[in-house]
Nanobody, 124 residues
């Protein structure tokens, strides 16, 4: 069983930056595809970014492309989401996720493991 612990959220002004972290409980995490999703009040959970086991060629949703950067350090079983130029519409609970296989799927239902979520609030 893979347990994921998200952290790094907080309150920031528009234009600011935050870095989210997600630590996995098992070394086999290095063989899993990892992702970040977010969920705003009253909305469905949406895909933000994904990265395969090697850390190459992360993918992003159009809404965050050019502003967010996802990376991973398999020696620390940790993935990161660097968020720059934050906007009020980025406000949401952010969740780390993981799944076997190479495909970075954008549907939340396709992911097997989830963190508890970390709140990101961007003020205008």
């Amino acid at each position: 069983q893979v347990q994921l612990v998200d952290s790094g959220g907080g309150l920031v002004q528009a234009g600011g930056s935050l870095r989210l972290s997600c630590v996995a409980s098992v070394r086999t995490f290095s063989r899993l595809t990892a992702g970040w999703f977010r969920q705003a009040p009253g909305k469905e959970r949406e895909f933000v970014s994904g990265i395969n086991w090697s850390g190459s060629s992360p993918s992003y949703s159009d809404s965050v492309k050019g502003r967010f950067t996802m990376s991973r350090d398999n020696t620390k079983t940790t993935v990161y989401l660097q968020m720059n130029s934050l906007k009020p519409e980025d406000t949401a609970v952010y969740y780390c996720a993981a799944k076997p296989g190479l495909a970075t799927l954008t549907s939340a239902g396709e992911w097997n493991y989830w963190g508890q979520g970390t709140q990101v609030t961007v003020s205008s």
